[in-house]
T-cell receptor, first 114, second 110 residues
Framework: GAVVSQHPSRVICKSGTSVKIECRSL??????MFWYRQFPKKSLMLMAT?????????EQGVEKDKFLINHASLTLSTLTVTSAHPEDSSFYIC??????????FGPGTRLTVL | DAKTTQPTSMDCAEGRAANLPCNHS???????VYWYRQIHSQGPQYIIH???NNETNEMASLIITEDRKSSTLILPHATLRDTAVYYC???????????FGTGTRLKVLA
């Protein structure tokens, strides 16, 4: 399967700062990318879907101005958490998909906001 | 997405087969069934997927009932490293969106 990387793997920031998380495909061109959030002992929750060159589509309840998604190319997507607050602390996971339903997930980024 | 239902947890003895069931009674004819697993603090790992026929790969086997309303993931010889949360997903064809349920927490016991 495709190899997907995320950077950083963990980040600690102060409240009010912004954090950017990168998601890269190392061997796969992804037409669709997804961002998920996972709280402790909970399942993954889809935040948004993005296609290259298009604006991201956000799930209900996810603030698009707070979670900025840029699908820069077929191999790179970024998620920026703006003005982070402690309640944004979570495990953020990206995935990439092509022309089928199969998604390949990154290893995740653990964000802690102090 | 077809809603999927899985048992919350299961135990399996090391070396034995682990059979993980999934109910997807509302699945439509062109929707695949996907299985992923998530080991603690990692991203989900793809295991296998199928539409109608049973499938097998180096990781597992997938048995889909004839009416497609349920499926079973089989890990033929479970090891301690197979301890994880296993998710069964049936995404709506064309949307490519995954809706994760609670999954089954499989614990392989020595």
């Amino acid at each position: 399967g495709a190899v997907v990387s995320q950077h950083p793997s963990r980040v600690i920031c102060k409240s009010g700062t912004s954090v950017k998380i990168e998601c890269r495909s190392l061997d796969f061109q992804a037409t669709t990318m997804f961002w998920y959030r996972q709280f402790p002992k909970k399942s993954l929750m889809l935040m948004a879907t993005s296609n290259e060159g298009s604006k991201a589509t956000y799930e209900q309840g996810v603030e698009k101005d707070k979670f900025l998604i840029n699908h820069a190319s077929l191999t790179l997507s970024t998620l920026t958490v703006t003005s982070a607050h402690p309640e944004d602390s979570s495990f953020y996971i990206c995935s990439m998909g092509g022309d089928t339903d199969t998604q390949y997930f990154g290893p995740g980024t653990r964000l802690t906001v102090l | 997405d077809a809603k999927t239902t899985q048992p919350t947890s299961m135990d399996c003895a090391e070396g034995r087969a682990a059979n993980l069931p999934c109910n997807h009674s509302t699945i439509s004819g062109n929707e695949y069934v996907y299985w992923y697993r998530q080991i603690h603090s990692q991203g989900p790992q793809y295991i296998i997927h199928g539409l109608k026929n049973n499938e097998t790969n180096e990781m597992a086997s997938l048995i889909i009932t004839e009416d497609r309303k349920s499926s079973t993931l089989i890990l033929p010889h479970a090891t301690l490293r197979d301890t994880a949360v296993y998710y069964c997903i049936a995404p709506s064809s064309g949307t490519y969106k995954y809706i994760f349920g609670t999954g089954t927490r499989l614990k392989v016991l020595a």
